[in-house]
């Protein structure tokens, strides 16, 4: 079945550095790819949607200058939180839909936990 | 005109018994309501989904029941399992991009015990 691939898992890092995740489709080419943030006990929320080629859409409230999307190619597409703070600290999830299969419902990663000290 | 809220927040159920989780949305234009499971430190994974076009479907032990005038659906786990234990999300998506961009309920934290 379709698989999403996010490295890495885990992330712990100073306060001010910046921190790239990535989300890959191992065996499928999605153009679009969704980038959701979930803090503790709480439910997904989608922060941004990224298109293979193009800018990504913001949702809103969701700096675009601190949450840098590039969606390079039709497998990958990156997540970096620059200037990181504690605040940012929470779990990244990023979810893609085969582009043959556009009807095809979302398949997740697994997250990547970002702990800011 | 975008939430979908999800109640209860948390539900107890003993092993071989049924749980129902259920949701209840506003916005008419959504027209694909997936399930999905999630167990700690993971992504959440699609259980089962369905359209608005009919009332009920089943997939093993699980059943969508869907009120399209009441906008309201529901999840049932029939012969509930400890293994089941895990937070449960529905969640909407549609006016066009039917399996496009999701909106989440809640959560509930369903335990069941042995």
């Known amino acids: 079945g379709a698989v999403v691939s996010q490295h890495p898992s885990w992330v712990i890092c100073k306060s001010g550095t910046s921190v790239k995740i990535e989300c ?9 790819m969704f980038w959701y943030r979930q803090f503790p006990k709480q439910s ?11 800018k990504a859409t913001y949702e809103q409230g969701v700096e675009k200058d601190k949450f840098l999307i590039n969606h390079a190619s039709l497998t990958l597409s990156t997540l ?3 200037s990181a703070h504690p605040e940012d600290s929470s779990f990244y999830i990023c979810s893609a839909t085969p582009a043959h299969l556009p009807k095809q419902p979302q398949h997740f990663g697994d997250g990547t936990r970002l702990s800011i000290l | 005109q975008q939430q979908v809220k999800q109640s209860p927040q948390s539900l107890i159920v003993q092993k071989g018994g049924i749980s129902i989780i259920n949701c209840a949305y506003e916005n008419t234009a959504f027209d694909y309501f997936p399930w999905y499971q999630q167990f700690p430190g993971k992504g ?3 259980l089962i989904a369905i359209r608005p076009d009919v009332s009920e479907k089943k997939e093993g032990r699980f059943t969508i029941s869907f009120n399209k005038s009441a906008k309201q659906f ?12 895990a937070t449960y999300f529905c969640a909407a998506s549609g006016g066009g991009t039917s399996y496009g961009k999701l909106t989440f309920g809640q959560g509930t934290i369903l335990t069941v015990h042995p």
Not at chain 2, 74 to 85: F, N, R, T, Y
Request: hydrophobic share 35%; no cysteine.
């Open chain 1, 44 to 54: 997904l929320m989608l922060m941004a949607t990224s298109n293979e080629g193009s």
């Open chain 2, 74 to 85: 529901s999840l049932h786990i029939m012969d509930s399992q400890p293994g089941d234990s």
């Open chain 1, 80 to 82: 970096t939180v620059t």
């Open chain 2, 44 to 46: 959440p994974a699609l």
């Open chain 1, 24 to 32: 890959r489709s191992l065996d499928f080419q999605a153009t679009t």
